[in-house]
């Protein structure tokens, strides 16, 4: 299988997901968005598709939920190089570096407004209140990120949360209006697999930057790979479980890799797979078959994940 198979049973409702998300800013007096900036898996709009239009046929309804929390994703993205101080966003200059702090706020709080604006048409109060309740869960899970002591990051249950809150939690929403969309009655099972799909999504890109020397690498941060090898780092690098920096950073990668890290992080994450597909072999065709073909592809593409390039050409 490959990308274009994976998409394909719901290519129509993604390009017109694309199609709003690109005329966003094409404004009078508005600012020039890089193209790479709106670019995206588009994941969380998949995985909305999936669960609404599997029995049921495509609706305008169903694509203003699918941007809403893309919309959502991308603004949430936008805040946070703000507050990282990140200079590049998929090969391309981050709003603030291009127009400044302020300005990428006040275009982050615009993104997210557009989200709500396009919750808000389906006039459904359910769905306004699971994409209100899941933005206030990302949030807090900034502020936890924010405030909480990076030696305490080392922690499995720390860094759990944190996915949980910040990624997970918009995943599962995704799912669960999906459901509520297309009337289906087992919402909690589409939910629970958004929220573990999302956890396990969290954690394969983290890989994915940690193998090839990303920006989590540069900015120090604390992954997978350095919660479950804790002691050895604690023994060989003791500084980097208490301050950032980047050369050290890299020297720690390279050390964890040459001690299996990343096979290490997948024995971890196995169960996750077996989860997905138990949840799935409990959910109804068509969607069985999307979900089923969904996850064996990321469980065969692991650290490839998804080309977004690719993904905005379908």
């Known amino acids: 299988?490959?990308?274009?198979?994976?998409?394909?049973?719901?290519?129509?409702?993604?390009?017109?997901?694309?199609?709003?998300?690109?005329?966003?800013?094409?404004?009078?007096?508005?600012?020039?968005?890089?193209?790479?900036?709106?670019?995206?898996?588009?994941?969380?709009?998949?995985?909305?598709?999936?669960?609404?239009?599997?029995?049921?046929?495509?609706?305008?309804?169903?694509?203003?939920?699918?941007?809403?929390?893309?919309?959502?994703?991308?603004?949430?993205?936008?805040?946070?190089?703000?507050?990282?101080?990140?200079?590049?966003?998929?090969?391309?200059?981050?709003?603030?570096?291009?127009?400044?702090?302020?300005?990428?706020?006040?275009?982050g709080d615009y993104v997210f407004a557009k989200a709500m604006e396009h919750i808000a048409k389906t006039g459904k109060k359910e769905l306004f209140e699971i994409l209100s309740k899941t933005s206030v869960e990302m949030c807090e899970g900034e502020i936890i990120d924010e405030f909480l002591d990076r030696e305490k990051r080392f922690e499995i249950e720390n860094y759990s949360i944190l996915i949980k809150k910040k990624t997970a939690s918009l995943f599962s929403a995704s799912c669960e209006m999906g459901a509520i969309i297309s009337e289906y009655e087992n919402i909690e099972i589409l939910k629970e697999f958004g929220g573990k799909f999302g956890l396990l999504f969290q954690i394969l890109d983290d890989l994915h930057d940690f193998y090839t020397c990303g920006e989590d690498i540069r900015e120090s941060k604390v992954t997978l790979p350095h919660v479950l090898f804790k002691e050895k780092i604690k023994d060989v690098f003791p500084d980097f479980l208490y301050k950032k920096n980047y050369e050290l950073s890299k020297r720690v990668r390279d050390y964890l890799l040459e001690n299996g890290a990343i096979e290490k992080s997948y024995e971890f994450i196995s169960s996750y797979f077996k989860d997905l597909k138990d949840l799935v072999s409990r959910v109804d065709k068509p969607l069985k078959d999307y979900l089923y073909s969904f996850i064996e592809y990321i469980e065969k593409n692991k650290i490839e994940l998804f080309n977004e390039k690719k993904v905005q050409t379908l």
Do not use: W
Not at 3 to 32: A, W
Not at 49 to 60: G, K, N, R, V
Not at 74 to 80: G, N, P, Q, V
């Open 1 to 107: 299988m490959n990308i274009k198979t994976l998409y394909s049973p719901v290519i129509d409702g993604i390009r017109k997901v694309n199609e709003k998300i690109n005329s966003i800013f094409k404004k009078d007096l508005f600012p020039e968005i890089p193209h790479n900036i709106l670019q995206g898996k588009r994941l969380r709009p998949l995985l909305v598709l999936y669960t609404s239009f599997a029995f049921d046929e495509l609706t305008e309804e169903k694509v203003n939920v699918a941007c809403a929390v893309e919309l959502v994703h991308f603004a949430s993205l936008i805040h946070d190089d703000v507050v990282d101080g990140a200079n590049l966003r998929r090969n391309a200059e981050t709003l603030n570096t291009s127009y400044g702090n302020h300005t990428a706020v006040l275009l």
